[in-house]
Nanobody
Framework: QVQLVESGGGLVQAGVSLRLSCAASERTFSSNAMGWFRQAPGKERDFVATISSSGGTERYADSVKGRFTIERDNAKNTVYLQMNRLKPEDTAVYYC?????????????????WGQGTQVTVSS
């Protein structure tokens, strides 16, 4: 059972940066692709970014491309989401998730383990 714990959320003003972290409990963390998803109030959970198990491949939602960067440190069992030039529409609960395989995927159904989420609120 992989446990994922997100941190780094908060209330910020538009235009600033924020970095989310997700720490995994499992030593096999380096065998799994990781992803970030977000859910705004009253909306479905949406894909944000994903990174392959080695860190060599990334994929982003169009809405965050060029502003967000996903990174991972397999030695620390941690994945990060660097969020720059934040906008009010980025306000959501952000979840990290571990996929059941090594390659990138934007499909939430490919992820077996989820964190509890961290709130990001961007004021205008």
């Amino acid at each position: 059972q992989v446990q994922l714990v997100e941190s780094g959320g908060g209330l910020v003003q538009a235009g600033v940066s924020l970095r989310l972290s997700c720490a995994a409990s499992e030593r096999t963390f380096s065998s799994n692709a990781m992803g970030w998803f977000r859910q705004a109030p009253g909306k479905e959970r949406d894909f944000v970014a994903t990174i392959s198990s080695s860190g060599g491949t990334e994929r982003y939602a169009d809405s965050v491309k060029g502003r967000f960067t996903i990174e991972r440190d397999n030695a620390k069992n941690t994945v990060y989401l660097q969020m720059n030039r934040l906008k009010p529409e980025d306000t959501a609960v952000y979840y990290c998730a571990a996929a059941r395989f090594r390659w990138v995927t934007a499909d939430a159904h490919d992820y077996d383990y989820w964190g509890q989420g961290t709130q990001v609120t961007v004021s205008s």
